[in-house]
């Protein structure tokens, strides 16, 4: 608005245009910061929504870490390879980008035709950012596909286990699924422990973690995989495991179980049979126990080596009696009754030390519990928490009960140790270590009086064949000729496990093994079919072959074994 002068010489002033224009100015001002704030507060809103927003980085359910994550390779003992991983490309598809999906699959199935035409084209319609079409590829194969051309389709690389042994430890080391992950021995073991926590957290993506080292030594675990394969084709078995273990460390120093499976190829894991039987299968030893009960009976001071027990007859329980298989019928000394396998004999001991002392003994032993190792892989016990008279006679020679082949083979390792019971272990693990996990089971005296009946058992019993192959390793030890049990009942036609549970060096003594062959045939008219024909012999097999690697070298001299004999027998 203009303002006029009633005298003409003064100045006009526009002062309420100036004014406007000012307000104006500042009132867009004011809009400007409004919109700014408005946008900077709109901003904000939308980052903190987005901070609370969890990203999907998964693959299809598994994070990028963990799919790509690697596993620590592990060695035998000397440092030989049991498992590594090698790196392999893995095809996947975006499918929003697939131009054409008819196009695509066709192309694909000329690369790979073993893939389903209606699963593939399943694969590759919608809209997802990610699908896998095949995993764990050779490069040669990713060359064709990506000689396609196909937009969309492209590879990660991923950790693939491989098993250079391929099925000789595989239930040792047990698989892993196509993620990487441990399923089961030593892998899942591993994966339990810390190796899951680096795959979860990352740190196991393109890192090189360190070496796992075994207690296993693969020139041992070869030479027992392949007697135990020749003993299943020899007796016509349908399955032979065994174990070695050393008695003063605990370590296993190898272990078989066949019929096995491939475990780069886990699938033949699930084929029936494949079970690890050393481990997670119980079973009635048979006559092997009879070596538990001696230990009993002369620890407990209620028998003495020197002793002699009535044979003539069968033991009585009501209408049952229980007689020698092959008996001789006469009185016999304590190592008689070992040597000649007497059941009654072993009653007459187990007798005079008490059921009820028999029953804890097998409680010291660790035969109430599971058999905790490294190995995932294992099972409860079958051992009747309290013995009547006939079940107790019964179970001093290993019938009606069921323990794990790694249960007895960990009792032989303390009865021949000086009476140190040590817990199994596929770790190394130091002399040091291993005393200080100690727990006396028997004296040292019964000790040396059990290893000087396991020779003897060697020499004149039904050790003698498995002897007369491993000669001059001075091997001891005890058959177990098991009837096994079908619905229930014993059966008598010849469906026996048989079992070998043994010791060497007996002068210098190092190691325990335990070898089973499951319902062996005769390998000649002229063979026998009990364990000293099948599992004896595959033990001295065995022996003869993995001594020398283990450094210990033959002796023929026939005086070491006369120096075996503790004071008490002589």
Known sequence: MAIISADANETIALIGARKARSNLTKARIRWVIAVLVAVFLVVCGRLVQLGYVDTDTTIEGQTRDLISATRPPILDRNGMEMAVDIRVPSLFAEPRRIIDVDEAVEKIRTVLPDLDRNWLRNRLEGDKGFVWIKRELTPAIEEKIMRLGIPGLDFLTESKRFYPGGSEASHILGAVNIDNQGIAGIERSMDKEDVALLQSIGLARGQALAPVNLSIDLRVQH????????????????AAAGAIMDIHTGEVIAMVSLPDFDPNDPSTALVEGRMNRITSGKFELGSTFKTIAFAAALDSGSVRIGDSFDARFGVRFGRFTIDDFHGKHRILSVPEIYKYSSNIGTIKMMQAMGKDNYRAFLTRLGFDDPLVTELPERTTTNVPKTFSEIVAATASFGHGLSITPMHMLAAYAALANGGNYITPTFYRR?????????RRVVSPQTSAEIRSLMRLNALEGSGTRMNKLSDG???????????????????????????????????????????????????????????????????????ARIAPMLGIAPNFDNSIDDRLVPNSMR
């Open 473 to 543: 390793y001075r091997v001891g030890g005890k058959t177990g000729t098991a009837e096994k049990v079908v619905n229930g009942r014993y059966v008598t036609n010849g469906l026996n496990l048989n079992v070998f549970a043994s010791v060497f060096p007996l002068d210098a003594p190092e190691y325990a093994m335990i070898v089973l062959v499951d319902e062996p045939k005769r390998e000649n008219a002229q063979s026998g079919d009990t364990a000293g024909w099948n599992a004896g012999e595959a033990t001295g097999r065995i022996v």
């Open 430 to 438: 130091t002399p040091e270590e291993a005393q200080a996990l100690y």
């Open 223 to 238: 030479a027992m995989h392949d007697q135990l394969a020749d003993a299943l084709v020899r007796y016509q078995a349908v």
